[in-house]
C-alpha cells in the first residue's frame, strides 16, 4: 500500500452527517489520513472537534481562507482537500486551493453559476490539478455494472430514460420553518436557485449522464413549493430531451410521503432496459428484449471486470452509502497517485465524477429553473 | 337472483383476445347471458362463433347496422349491448343503439373527437339510456379501496400524481409492419390522432380521475415515434397540471423492454400516499407521514366496506383481470335493474365509469396530440 | 365448441365459497351447465339456491344418496359431480356417484383413510369412471411451467424441496370456537384426524409431487395445537425426506400472523432452482447455476407450449385462482370428452390431479399424525 | 472521544476476507488501532501485509502463541485481541490470551466441542477478561430494533419461528476438491464436526436466541452432503423445540442455487410476527394481527430508542455488513473503557454477542450432529 496521502476538510463539524460519512469512507480505504480541517464554528469545539478525527492544534483552522493560505504554503502539501460545506462556499473555498495546487474534492452541487463553475475548470487546469464531485450513487458497484453494460453495448441504442428521487424527510422541517428560523436550504442567498433540483436533481442528471454519456439538449422543469413553510422548490418535474434523440423524465421531491432516498434510474434501450434502485444498491434488474428480466447481485461471477474490481464483500453480504463514497475516493487516490509519480492523468479514465460532470449539474439546475420561472415551457440546454 | 339480463355484443369475435374476456367477466357474475352478437367475419365464420357463444342463429349479424335496427325493434329488447370493436366503430355504434333506447358498454378510448364524446352524451340522455365506459382498471377491489380512502381523507389534500404504463409488447410487432400490413393500431385512419396515448394515457387519466376526482387543467405533452415500422405515437410523456394545483406526470410506453402491463399510479396527499400497481392488482401500498408504508391485503378485515363489497374469494386467493372487469359488469347491471324497477338512477353512485369519464379520456389524448404538435408546449384542458 | 357437458354438484350451497369458485371456474370456461344439486340445508332455502344456480326443481335434492340414485337411473347422467362437502363426505358420496359410472370431481384432502383412498381406486376403475381431485394450486399456468421445466432436466437432479404453507386465518376463528358451537374444522369426528396438516399440508405434497413426480420414502412430523379453542393441528413442521435422496422441509400454519394464503414452494436441483409463491401466480423465478436469477411472466413468449396452452390473457393481465379452477376444469373436461369418443383416456396425461394423488396425500397426512403421535419420529410412507 | 484503544488481531492476512471486514469496521468507528497481529504465513509476506496494516515490525508475530506471550508482558497491553483464525485455533488462541488478562473478540463458531466453550468461560471469568463472540448478523441495527419489539411485547408469546439460511457458493468450490487440494472447511480434522451447520446454522441459532431470549429445548437435524467433493454437511434441516414450547425450523444450505447469503428469520407472537431478511438489513417487517403489514425503515423516527442508537446514515442510504460489525464493535469497546474506568460491566448489558452465545452455539451444532448420525432423531439440549 505504500506511505499513506494526506488529506484536509472543510466544514463537516459535529452534527454535519455528510462530513461524517466522508471521513469514514476514507478511514474504509486506509488509503489517506485527515491531517487538517476547517470550520467556522467556535474555537473551543473546534479544537475538540478537531483532535478528535486526529487532527493536530496547528493543524485546525477557522476559516478555509486561513486553512487556504497556511496549507498552501506547506512543503509536505496536502495531496487533497475535501470541501463538505454548504453549497454557497463550495466555489471559493475550492478556487482558493486550486491555486495553491491542492487537489479538490467538492460535493455537489459543485456551485451556484455556469460561470463559477466554468472559472473552476480553467482554475484546474491552470494549476495543473485533479478534481473530483462526489456524486455519491455513482460510486456504487452496480452503477459502474450499469455503465459497463451500457458501454458494451447490451441495452442498444438508448431511447427513454425515466429517473426518480424521491424522498419526505422536509416535511418535519418545513413546519418548523420560519422567518426567523431558516435552514441555510431555505434560504435562496444562501442555497442558491434551487433547492430540491439543485440538491437531489442533479444525482439524477449526473447519474444518467455518467452511465449513460448522454447529454440533454433541452428540457421543459416545473418546480412546486408545496408546504406553507416552503420557499424554495420541493418538488421538481421535468421533461428531457437527450442530443441522441432519447427522451425522458426526471422527478425529485421532498414532499412524497412513504419515501426515504428512493433515486431510481430506469434506461431504455432497444435491446434491453437497465433498472437501478439506490436503496437496493447491491441489485441491477436487467431486461433483454423477449427475456425473463434478470437479477444481477453485486459480487457475483458474471459481473463485468471493471465493475468487478470495486467488489469489496462477497456477494449477499450487503454493501451501502460508505462504501459507494469509498469507491469514489479509492479512484480519486489512485489518479492522485498517480499524477504524484509524474503519470499522464486523464480524469476520465479513472471513474470518479469530474469537474466537468459538476459544470453539468450547475448547468442542469439553472435551466430547470429558468423553465419553471417561464412557465415550464422548453430551454435549450448547451453546456 | 332472479331472471338474468340479457346483453349483445359487437365485434370480439375468434381472436379478439378482449371481447372473450369481456364476455367471461359477464359469466363470472352469472347475472346475464348474451343473446345478440354482430362482428364482419365471412357468415360461416361468424355463425360457428356466435353458436359458440350460444347466439341463436337469428341474432347472429353481419353488421352493428343490421344487429341495432333489428335488435331495436324487438319487444324483449336486450338489456345493453357491449362495444368491443376496433376504436372507430365506438361511436357509430354506441350512438345507433342509444337511439333503439339500448344502454351501452363500451371499450375505452370511448371515440376520436371531443365532438363525438359530447353527441354520446347528449344522445344517451335523450334516449334515457345508461352508458358504461369498460376502463378496466377501476374494477379492482383495491381501486374501489384507493378511490375510498382518498375520499375518507386518509391521504389528505393531493399534492402530485406520478401515473406510469409502460409495455412492451408492440416491439414485436413494429418489425412486422409493412405498408401493406398494417394492424388498424398502426393506421391514423382507423385508430385515430393518438395510439399508445389513447390505448393506455387514458387508463392513466381515468384511475386518477375516477380515485381522486381531480380534473386536468393543463399539460404539456411529449409523443414518441421509436422503431422503423412506426407511425403513430408509441411513447408518452406528459407534465400535468390539476385544478387543485397538484401537479403530476404521467408517462406510457409501448416499446419499454421488462415490462407487460405495468400501470402504476402514486398519489401524494398531505397526509399520506397511495401506491397501486395493476400486476399486483391484489394489493395496495399506503404510507402515512411518519409511520412505516403498510401494504393492505385485497379480502382483509381491515378494508372499507365500500371496497369489500367487492371481494369474490378470500384475501391471499388472487383475483386478477378477469374480475376487475367483472366488478365493472355487476355494477352496470345494478343501474340496470334499477332502471328496469322504474327507479331514478345516478350512475356515478354506481361504481362503473360513466360516459362523462369517457369524454373526458377523449379530451385527454386529443390534448396530448395537440401538444406534442406544438412542439410539447403547454395546452389548457377544458373538458 | 359443440354440446355443453353437465354437471352436478354436491354441497357448496350459499355462504360456502368453494362451491362458488368451482362453480365460477366452469362458467369462466363456458364448456359444461350445472344441472343437478344437492345440499342438506332446509328445502325453501335448497330450492331458492338451487334455481339461482339455475337447476331445475326437480333436479335439486336434499341428500347426495337421494341425487346419486335419482340421476344414476337417467338416461341423461352427468357427465360429472362435482363434490365440495366437508371432508368427511368425500369418500362416501364419491362412490355412490361412481357405482352409477359417474366422473368424479372431488375437493382435497380426498378422504379420511388410506383405506377409504384405495377403494375409491378400486371403484373408479371397476365402474370405468375419470376422477380429478382439485388441488387447485396446479392449475395455475406457471405450475405447470414449473413442471415442464423439471421435466425438461433444466434444473437437473433435485436436492432439496421447500414447501411452506402459512395462513393466519384461524385466529380469529379459535377465539370464537366453545363446546357448543364449534365448527366442523374443529372436530375431529367430522374432520378427520388431520386438520392444518389435510387440509393445507395435503396442497404442499401434492405440489410437490405434481410437478416434480418425487415420492416420500419417510417424514418426521411435529403438529402444534396452539391457541385455546384449539383441538386440532393448526401449525405442521415435517422434514421430509423422498426416494430419490432429496431431503425437504414442509411447513404450514394456520395461525402465522401476516399471512394470508402464503403457499410458496422452491426445488432445489443441482442445476438450477424453481420457486412458485401461489399469491404472486403469474410469476416463476427460476435460477440457474452461476446465472442472475430471472423471472418468468405467465403469457410470455418464453413459456414452454405445455404451459402456454393455459395463458388466457397476455401477460400482465393478472390471472388469479378462479383461472386456476377452470384449467383443472379444462383438463378433466378434455378427458371426458375423449372418453365419450370412446377414445383410451389415460387420466396422467391430461394435466388434472388424479385419484392416485388424492390417495398420496391421504397418506401423506395420516402419517404426519402417526409421526406427531409417536413424539415426531420417523415413520415410513409406503403408497 | 478522547484516547483510542489498541488492539491486535490474530489470521486475517491477505486474501482473508473476514479480517478486513473486522479491521474496516473497527476503522469505520475510529475508536481503536491495530498494533500488533500474528499470522502463519512466511516471514517477507508477513512483513509486508503487517506494515500495509501500520503494525511495527517488533508487533508482527509468526504465532499467535509468541504473540500472546510477547503482548501479554507488556506494560501497554492491548485493549483487546481479535481472531479471526480459521476454527479450530479459536479455543487455544483465546485461552492464551485470557490468561494474559486480554479482553478477547473471536469469530463464531465459538470452538469445537462444549468442554473448549465451557473452559473459555470459566478461564475468562477467572482472568476477569471481556469476550465477545463476533455473530454478525445481531449487529444490524433492525435485529437491534428486533430484539427490542420482542422485550417491549410487542408480537406477544413466541410460538414458531422459521429461520433460513440459503447459500450456493460452496457449488463451484466442491468441485475443485480432490484428497489432495482439501480447504480446511472440508477437513473434519481441521473445521470440526460440522461445517455448513456450524458455520451458518449458529448464525440462525444465535440471532433467534439474540432476539428472543429462547433457549433449545431438543431438536432433530439432517445434515446431508451433496456433491461428490463433499465430505461434510452442506444441508442441514432440523426441527426445533424451545423449553417455551414454542417450536421451529431451521434450514442452511450452501448448494441452494441462487441464493447469495440469504439468511432469513420470522418470529411469529400471538400478536405479530417480525420478519428480518439480511440481504435487506435496513428493513424489518412487521405484521401485527388484523392489521396490514408495514416495513420498518432503519433511520426512521418511529424506531425505538435502543436501536436508533446505533443508526449511523440516514433513512433511505444504506448500510450494510461493514456497519453490523462496526456496531459490535462499538458496544464491545463501551465495555472495555468501562472497564478500564473501574466500572462493573455486565456484559449482556452492552449489546455484544456474549461467550456463552458462543457456547450455545457450539452445543447447538454438536447436537445437530448427533441427532444426524442417530437419524436425525431428537436430542436434549442441555445447556
Same mark, same amino acid.
Given at each position: 500500500?505504500?506511505?499513506?496521502?494526506?488529506?484536509?476538510?472543510?466544514?463537516?463539524?459535529?452534527?454535519?452527517?455528510?462530513?461524517?460519512?466522508?471521513?469514514?469512507?476514507?478511514?474504509?480505504?486506509?488509503?489517506?489520513?485527515?491531517?487538517?480541517?476547517?470550520?467556522?464554528?467556535?474555537?473551543?469545539?473546534?479544537?475538540?472537534?478537531?483532535?478528535?478525527?486526529?487532527?493536530?492544534?496547528?493543524?485546525?483552522? !477557522?476559516?478555509?481562507?486561513?486553512?487556504?493560505?497556511?496549507?498552501?504554503?506547506?512543503?509536505?502539501?496536502?495531496?487533497?482537500?475535501?470541501?463538505?460545506?454548504?453549497?454557497?462556499?463550495?466555489?471559493?473555498?475550492?478556487?482558493?486551493?486550486?491555486?495553491?495546487?491542492?487537489?479538490?474534492?467538492? #460535493?455537489?452541487?459543485?456551485?451556484?453559476?455556469?460561470?463559477?463553475?466554468?472559472?473552476?475548470?480553467?482554475?484546474?487546469?491552470?494549476? !495543473?490539478?485533479?478534481?473530483?464531485?462526489?456524486?455519491?450513487?455513482? @460510486?456504487?458497484?452496480?452503477?459502474?455494472?450499469?455503465?459497463?453494460?451500457?458501454?458494451?453495448?447490451?441495452?442498444?441504442?438508448?431511447?427513454?430514460?425515466?429517473?426518480?428521487?424521491?424522498?419526505?424527510?422536509?416535511?418535519?422541517?418545513?413546519?418548523?420553518?420560519?422567518?426567523?428560523?431558516?435552514?441555510?436550504?431555505?434560504?435562496?442567498?444562501?442555497?442558491?436557485?434551487?433547492?430540491?433540483?439543485?440538491?437531489?436533481?442533479?444525482?439524477?442528471?449526473?447519474?444518467?449522464?455518467?452511465?449513460?454519456?448522454?447529454?440533454?439538449?433541452?428540457?421543459?422543469?416545473?418546480?412546486?413549493?408545496? @408546504?406553507?413553510?416552503?420557499?424554495?422548490?420541493?418538488?421538481?418535474?421535468?421533461?428531457?430531451?437527450?442530443?441522441?434523440?432519447?427522451?425522458?423524465?426526471?422527478?425529485?421531491?421532498?414532499?412524497?410521503?412513504?419515501?426515504?432516498?428512493?433515486?431510481?434510474?430506469?434506461?431504455?434501450?432497444?435491446?434491453?432496459?437497465?433498472?437501478?434502485?439506490?436503496?437496493?444498491?447491491?441489485?441491477?434488474?436487467?431486461?433483454?428484449?423477449?427475456?425473463?428480466?434478470?437479477?444481477?447481485?453485486? @459480487?457475483?461471477?458474471?459481473?463485468?471486470?471493471?465493475?468487478?474490481?470495486?467488489?469489496?464483500?462477497?456477494?449477499?453480504?450487503?454493501?451501502?452509502?460508505?462504501?459507494?463514497?469509498?469507491?469514489?475516493?479509492?479512484?480519486?487516490?489512485?489518479?492522485?497517485?498517480?499524477?504524484?509519480?509524474?503519470?499522464?492523468?486523464? #480524469?476520465?479514465?479513472?471513474?470518479?465524477?469530474?469537474?466537468?460532470?459538476?459544470?453539468?449539474?450547475?448547468?442542469?439546475?439553472?435551466?430547470?429553473?429558468?423553465?419553471?420561472?417561464?412557465?415550464?415551457?422548453?430551454?435549450?440546454?448547451?453546456?
Amino acid at each position: 500500500m505504500g506511505e499513506k496521502l494526506k488529506y484536509g476538510m472543510i466544514g463537516g463539524g459535529p452534527g454535519a452527517f455528510i462530513g461524517a460519512v466522508h471521513r469514514a469512507a476514507i478511514r474504509l480505504n486506509d488509503e489517506a489520513d485527515l491531517v487538517a480541517w476547517a470550520d467556522v464554528i467556535p474555537e473551543a469545539e473546534r479544537l475538540a472537534a478537531g483532535r478528535d478525527m486526529g487532527v493536530s492544534d496547528d493543524r485546525i483552522y !477557522g476559516s478555509f481562507e486561513e486553512m487556504a493560505a497556511a496549507e498552501g504554503s506547506r512543503a509536505d502539501k496536502l495531496d487533497w482537500v475535501d470541501i463538505v460545506t454548504p453549497n454557497r462556499f463550495h466555489a471559493p473555498a475550492a478556487k482558493l486551493f486550486l491555486e495553491q495546487g491542492i487537489n479538490v474534492a467538492c #460535493e455537489k452541487p459543485l456551485c451556484f453559476t455556469v460561470d463559477e463553475a466554468k472559472d473552476l475548470i480553467d482554475t484546474a487546469k491552470a494549476h !495543473g490539478c485533479l478534481f473530483a464531485v462526489t456524486y455519491t450513487y455513482t @460510486g456504487h458497484v452496480m452503477a459502474r455494472e450499469a455503465r459497463q453494460l451500457v458501454r458494451n453495448g447490451v441495452i442498444g441504442d438508448i431511447r427513454m430514460v425515466m429517473g426518480e428521487y424521491p424522498q419526505d424527510w422536509l416535511l418535519d422541517t418545513l413546519e418548523t420553518i420560519t422567518e426567523d428560523n431558516k435552514p441555510w436550504r431555505a434560504d435562496p442567498k444562501l442555497s442558491g436557485r434551487g433547492a430540491a433540483v439543485a440538491d437531489l436533481g442533479t444525482h439524477i442528471e449526473n447519474w444518467v449522464n455518467y452511465v449513460t454519456g448522454l447529454k440533454i439538449d433541452s428540457l421543459a422543469c416545473n418546480l412546486d413549493v408545496f @408546504g406553507e413553510g416552503g420557499v424554495l422548490d420541493n418538488n421538481v418535474e421535468a421533461l428531457i430531451r437527450f442530443e441522441n434523440g432519447a427522451t425522458g423524465i426526471y422527478w425529485t421531491s421532498q414532499v412524497a410521503i412513504g419515501f426515504d432516498n428512493a433515486l431510481k434510474i430506469r434506461i431504455f434501450g432497444d435491446k434491453g432496459t437497465i433498472e437501478f434502485v439506490q436503496e437496493e444498491n447491491n441489485y441491477l434488474k436487467l431486461s433483454l428484449r423477449g427475456e425473463p428480466p434478470r437479477v444481477y447481485s453485486r @459480487g457475483a461471477g458474471y459481473l463485468t471486470p471493471e465493475a468487478a474490481a470495486y467488489v469489496r464483500v462477497p456477494t449477499g453480504h450487503p454493501e451501502g452509502l460508505t462504501e459507494a463514497f469509498a469507491n469514489i475516493y479509492k479512484d480519486f487516490a489512485a489518479a492522485i497517485k498517480d499524477k504524484k509519480t509524474g503519470k499522464q492523468v486523464n #480524469e476520465a479514465d479513472y471513474g470518479y465524477p469530474t469537474l466537468e460532470m459538476g459544470l453539468s449539474g450547475v448547468e442542469f439546475f439553472n435551466k430547470c429553473v429558468d423553465s419553471s420561472e417561464a412557465g415550464a415551457t422548453w430551454v435549450k440546454v448547451d453546456y
